[in-house]
């Protein structure tokens, strides 16, 4: 980045950051809701924001990436409508409960889609979801030496199975390579592709 560049960059965020921020109302139904803002920059720019809600929150969530103690992965097979395939492959998530540590959360997600419990986790990376319209702030774990000790424990609207993959199968899924259903469908969730490239660029010491 060009020294002008750089000054110019620095100026927009000291312009932009929230000055006041204004609760307008709330519309909530069911599991999602919308709460609307009218807000002014430092820059006295006055526009307005809408912010998707889950359960009433922001809707924080936990990514997890399992490795077994032999070096593979598991990740969930589960039905996902709002897609154009209906189902997905992807890493096992959650949402985080309120005044639940993230780490805690992370460990019961995984424990519960897949029965499967690490021996260490520790942090990778966040990011949001999509910041355009939500605060949900997505943490992402890697859970190692993953072993299974007992089974799912599925809430009643969950729809969902686990398989053992290595790391070929995910860059297939990456790839989504014709072949057979499960490398067609392939790994389109971005927290799922997010989290494992992360990691990825950290097992190269290129973060």
Do not use: W
């Not at 997505?138 to 199975?161: H, R, S």
Request: aromatic share 8%; glycine share 6%; hydrophobic share 30%.
């Amino acid at each position: 980045m060009k020294p002008e560049e750089r000054i110019k960059a620095i100026q927009a965020l000291k312009d932009f950051k929230t000055k006041e921020k204004e609760f307008i109302e709330e519309y909530q139904k069911g599991y999602l809701g919308i709460k609307k803002f009218q807000v002014t920059t430092e820059n006295g720019k006055k526009m307005p924001c809408e912010q998707i809600t889950k359960r009433k929150d922001n809707g924080d969530a936990v990514v997890i990436i399992p490795i077994t103690e032999e070096g593979n992965y598991i990740v969930v097979v589960q039905a996902r409508p709002n897609t154009e395939e209906t189902i997905a492959i992807e890493f096992p998530a959650g949402m985080v409960d309120k005044n639940e540590k993230n780490e805690n959360a992370a460990i019961r997600e995984l424990v519960e889609e897949t029965g499967y419990v690490p021996k260490n986790i520790y942090f990778l990376e966040s990011h949001y979801q999509d910041q355009g319209c939500s605060k949900a702030l997505i943490t992402t774990y890697v859970a190692e030496g993953c072993k299974k000790l007992q089974e799912q424990n599925l809430d009643p609207d969950e729809n969902l199975t686990y398989i053992e993959v290595d790391d070929q199968d995910i860059r297939e899924f990456l790839q989504r390579k014709k072949g057979d259903l499960l490398t067609e469908i392939g790994m389109r969730d971005a927290n799922s592709k997010i989290g494992y490239m992360t990691l990825k660029l950290e097992k190269n010491n290129l973060l």
